[in-house]
């Protein structure tokens, strides 16, 4: 049922009554944001098509069909041609099509386009979701043209992308598009501690640190940004001191060990989070307005040491090393450059 899900509750009830109207689109793309839950909306969508007792648009939640339909035996490998395939729910009439690989292949299409063509097995309608649609490539995406022309009367096909802009033209104009939101900061944190047992206050921290990713926001490791922050605090304090940029320098030797690229760019983010709630504080922004609120008081301190333009600038510095970042840099001269800039522009 949409209630288990959580936030895009206006698009929860745009599926329920499309679904009570009997009029569900049979092609439809779930466009938003990473971790926003296009998924899992997907496979509540497919559940209220082929659920034996729907009411108001939405699954029961508790039939056989229900219980069956979400449920995928997915392969564990990584050979792209394993993934040339629909793969059926423990409900036969769900499928997935998906894959770890760079690309879904065209071989995954012709399969969808097998499968959609046959009768339901069990329910009224076939569903087929096509997780990250945007991998298709270019054959793919004609073949699924050919089947999103003609679809069979009981097939409906939902293709979920985080970037709708990378599908075909076509294939745009003949889905309904259903766009989802970022889910807001209080549901994230509601749903932390109710069903994962988090602390209010560590839910509230990784519910802001998530940007409206319910899945980030589950794998996020508290305990271990609070310990990278405080490194990232420390660096902050240090470039307002006269004496500090010493200590900036070893700070660099650490976080930029060729080793841990992905700490390096954690590191920089979290000290631009940082500094973005310091330039907030400067504007008047209050605990309930910032990232970091549990830290407010060191960064109000930051806040008054440092004026507008220095903050503006570090950003800026902070924001060109993450991109550059793309390109092969030396860490250790990049970190060191940032850092004696921080030092000398106070
Ligand atoms: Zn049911």
Redesign the pocket.
């Known amino acids: 049922m949409y209630s288990e899900l959580t936030g895009n509750a206006d698009v929860a009830a745009v599926l329920r009554r499309m679904a009570a109207g009997g009029r569900m689109p049979h092609s439809m793309i779930f466009a938003g944001p990473d971790g926003a839950g296009k998924k899992h909306f997907a496979i509540e969508a497919a559940?209220a098509l082929v659920?034996?007792?729907?009411g108001n648009g939405e699954?029961?939640?508790?039939?056989t069909?229900?219980r069956r339909a979400g449920v995928f035996d997915l392969p564990e490998s990584d050979k792209a041609e394993d993934f040339d395939n629909v793969f059926l729910s423990h409900h036969p009439d769900v499928g997935l099509i998906f894959s770890p690989k760079r690309q879904i292949r065209v071989g995954a299409i012709r399969a969808l386009e097998t499968e959609a063509n046959f009768r339901p097995s069990e329910a009224g309608s076939r569903v087929f979701i096509i997780d990250e649609a945007d991998k298709m490539n270019q054959e793919a995406a004609n073949a699924l043209l050919k089947t999103l022309e003609e679809p069979p009367p009981t097939t409906f096909l939902i293709l979920v992308s985080a970037r709708p802009d990378a599908l075909l033209q076509t294939i745009r104009s003949r889905c309904q598009m259903i766009r989802f939101a970022p889910v807001s900061a209080a549901d994230i944190r509601n749903l932390l501690v109710e069903k994962y047992g988090r602390s209010e206050e560590d839910a509230e921290l990784a519910a802001r640190m998530s940007g409206g990713s319910v899945s980030s926001a589950i794998g996020f490791d508290v305990e271990n940004f609070r310990e990278e922050r405080a490194v990232c605090q420390d660096i902050l304090k240090a470039s307002v001191r006269p004496d500090g940029l010493h200590k900036m320098l070893e700070t660099a030797e650490r976080l930029a060990d060729s080793k841990a690229k992905d700490r390096f760019e954690n590191s920089l983010r979290i000290l631009l989070s940082l500094i973005r709630d310091a330039v907030a504080i400067r504007a008047g922004a209050d605990s309930t307005q910032i990232s970091n609120f549990d830290i407010i008081d060191d960064l109000s301190a930051i806040a008054a040491s440092l004026s507008a333009t220095v903050l503006a600038d570090r950003i800026w510095a902070i924001d060109d090393l993450l991109k550059s970042q793309d390109v092969n840099i030396n860490r250790k001269v990049a970190l060191d450059g940032l850092f004696v800039k921080m030092a000398f522009s106070v």
């Open positions: 559940r659920c034996r007792n729907p699954s029961c939640g508790n039939c069909a229900c």
